[in-house]
């Protein structure tokens, strides 16, 4: 079970209050339906203020942890310790596979730009949560102090500000790098191509997890290339037996994989995982493409390490963006590619030759401000809240038995319904009452997981998504008492 965060001394008084009642929740010590102290007798108790006891109720109720009943006092509403079970690791299949992308996955995204369709589909940060005021500062500072306007290409390498400012960063990571380590790109996705690109040829095998962000199979396709999937646990990441394993039968070229708070599963590799996968790896000189586009956005007090922080001769590639974690529009990404950095800059100059100049001097700046860190703690508290107020909904509209992971970052919620429910015709059923889910089979390439269902919480919880959830709560509980024909 994953621990949760702990706190500092620097932290608010009514946050270790909270803080220390949330692990008695998770410790099964309070259970739904206990009541807990009144504020003055929690004033009393600790030692505190009624204004600190009041606080720290408030900060839980929140969350949905705890509900104030009128001239009752407080009660434990909801206790993260019901999903104490994980969802299941499916097994795996013993062949190749060919990459493909299927007429599922344009169906359920083609809908989420409608109006009026609630978007629980949707891992990316809402507008309410974006510094929307600051960005446009930062865009403007950016332009006027820019002899051009920001208006020419920029290096091949990328802006110098903005690579200056990812190399500091990586000092939370565990990583020292320098400026002359990055290379920007427009977005994660295209640092993970141009990475992809400098490792391998068509027809290449690269390891993937599973279940895997559907996106990386169009990837895969498009470079013509085959993927071993490897299976991934919702506590621990991937199963690095297994990819030891198939290393002896498999002639593996690349592997890709998300080692903090994957999608969809939110798994975040113990650093001990992480430095034994690249040594492994190392040991074999197989280059490891490490997706860290979820890294920010940890639920902790420290940012997870990455694999690349253990990398001492270049075979680890990093990539990620601000795309999760600030402005998905601005598009601004990086790779530090290590010893393939001129194979991942020969690709950038074939496919873009340079990124866009003036979100990535804009972001620099953001960077530079401070602004950054300080936008960064309040979405990870709102993330933080948000995830625990989904689960909570989760427990009380979806049928007795469901599993949900319990993820220490990002924005995802990995589903386990019964094993009756085609996750399709649920996401068919749902998608006419306006409400978009991502069904379990879009995350492999044999449709694996039918049962499971993906929720993103990156919407902040409210009525009309608790009426979300008690509608596909009614849905699951169709199908699975009544026999459908599929």
Same mark, same amino acid.
């Given at each position: ?12 008084? !009514? ?47 929140? /969350? ?32 190749? =596979? ?18 009026? @369709? ?5 891992? =990316? ?27 020419? !290409? ?15 960063? &990586? ?17 994660? /996705? ?7 690109? =400098? +490792? ?19 990837? *895969? ?24 394993? &198939? *290393? ?6 690349? #592997? ?12 975040? /590799? ?15 000189? %197989? ?9 920010? %956005? ?18 680890? *590639?990093? #990539? ?6 600030? &402005?998905?529009? $601005?598009? +601004? ?15 950038? /100059? ?5 990124? &866009? ?14 602004? $950054? ?37 990002? !924005? @995802? ?9 085609? =996750? ?36 902040? !919880? ?8 008690? @509608? ?15």
């Amino acid at each position: 079970m994953a621990a949760l965060p702990a706190f500092k001394d620097d932290d608010f008084l !009514y946050e270790k209050i909270a803080h220390r009642f949330r692990t008695q929740l998770q410790q099964g010590l309070l259970k739904p339906g206990d009541k807990l102290p009144s504020v003055r007798a929690l004033s009393s108790e600790q030692g505190i203020s009624l204004s600190t006891a009041y606080k720290a109720y408030v900060e839980l109720e929140n /969350m949905g942890i705890i509900e104030a009943r009128p001239k009752s006092g407080y009660y434990v509403k909801f206790s993260p310790h019901k999903f104490s079970t994980p969802p299941a690791v499916k097994p795996m299949v013993k062949h190749v =596979a060919v990459a493909s992308v299927t007429d599922m996955i344009a169906m359920v995204y083609q809908n989420i730009p409608e109006e009026g @369709v609630m978007r629980l589909s949707r891992s =990316a940060p809402p507008p309410n949560l974006i510094p929307l005021a600051k960005l446009n500062r930062s865009m403007m500072e950016a332009i006027r102090k820019s002899s051009d306007g920001n208006s020419n !290409y920029d290096s091949l390498q990328g802006n110098q500000a903005l690579r200056k400012q990812i190399a500091k960063q &990586a000092f939370n990571w565990g990583g020292s790098i320098s400026a002359d380590d990055v290379v920007t790109t427009q977005g994660c /996705m295209e640092a993970l191509v141009f990475c992809l690109r =400098a +490792v391998t040829q068509p027809g290449d095998t690269v390891a993937i997890e599973s279940p895997t962000y559907f996106g990386i199979f169009n990837v *895969m396709l498009s470079l013509g290339l085959k993927v071993l999937e490897i299976p991934v646990s919702p506590e621990d990441g991937l199963d690095i037996a297994y990819l030891e394993r &198939a *290393m002896e039968t498999v002639d593996l070229k690349a #592997c890709l994989f998300v080692t903090n708070f994957s999608n969809p599963v939110g798994s975040c /590799m113990p650093i001990e995982n992480k430095r034994r996968l690249v040594q492994l790896l190392t040991q074999k000189q %197989i280059p490891l493409i490490e997706d860290d586009i979820y890294g920010e %956005i940890h639920f902790g007090k420290t940012r997870p390490h990455t694999c690349k922080s253990f990398d001492t001769e270049g075979w680890v *590639m990093l #990539c990620s963006s601000v795309s999760k974690s600030l &402005a998905p529009g $601005y598009r +601004v990404g990086w790779c530090i590619p290590g010893r393939f950095k001129e194979q991942v800059l020969n690709a950038k /100059m074939v496919h873009t030759i340079s990124s &866009a100049t003036p979100t990535q001097a804009a972001i620099a700046l953001f960077f530079e401000a401070g602004r $950054y860190d300080l936008h960064m703690r309040n979405l990870r508290r709102a993330l933080y809240t948000q995830c625990l107020r989904y689960m909570q909904g989760i427990a009380e509209h979806f049928p007795e038995g469901t599993k949900v992971s319990r993820p220490q970052g990002g !924005y @995802v919620l990995w589903v386990e319904l019964d094993k009756s429910i085609n =996750a399709f015709e649920l996401y068919k059923l749902a998608i006419q009452q306006n409400i978009s889910i991502a069904p379990g089979q879009i995350f492999s390439t044999d449709a694996r997981f039918s049962n499971f269902i993906r929720i993103s919480f990156g919407l902040p !919880y409210d009525s009309a998504i608790d009426e979300s959830f008690r @509608v596909l709560g009614v849905l699951i509980n169709d199908l699975t008492h009544k026999t459908i024909q599929f």
